[in-house]
């Protein structure tokens, strides 16, 4: 059975950082879209980062480029997200998601899903 764990969030100040990870069971990363995404309350759950490390491919959301890392370590099969210069705007729950696909931002596209984890950025 597939499983997505994510792990690694809290409560940080702005300007702070944090690294999210997101151990995979049941399925080898490395054949896989691996996807980031959030969600805040009130809102829809958005794209943030992913990585094809089959094409070599990342891609982020504008209103985190400069500031999060995706990357993984496919001998871990595990995924991180390194979250850096933190804003209130980026708290919200953060879900690992798994695909198939290239689909990269399309939540739609992927099959698997973490539980999520909280980042609450506030001072």
């Known amino acids: 059975q597939v499983r997505l764990i994510e792990s690694g969030g809290g409560l940080v100040q702005p300007g702070y950082s944090l690294r999210l990870s997101c151990a995979a069971s049941?399925?080898?990363?490395?054949?896989?879209?691996m996807g980031w995404f959030r969600q805040a309350p009130g809102k829809e759950r958005e794209f943030v980062a992913a990585?094809?490390?089959?094409?070599?491919?990342?891609v982020y959301a504008d209103s985190v480029k400069g500031r999060f890392t995706i990357s993984r370590d496919n001998a871990k099969n595990t995924v991180y997200l390194q979250m850096n210069s933190l804003k209130p705007e980026d708290t919200a729950v953060y879900y690992c998601?798994?695909?198939?696909?290239?689909?990269?931002?399309?939540?739609?596209?992927?099959?698997?899903w973490g539980q999520g984890t909280q980042v609450t950025v506030s001072s």
């Open positions: 998601a798994a695909s198939l696909k290239t689909l990269m931002v399309d939540r739609g596209a992927y099959d698997y």
């Open positions: 049941g399925l080898t990363i490395s054949r896989y879209t």
């Open positions: 990585n094809i490390w089959s094409l070599g491919r990342t």
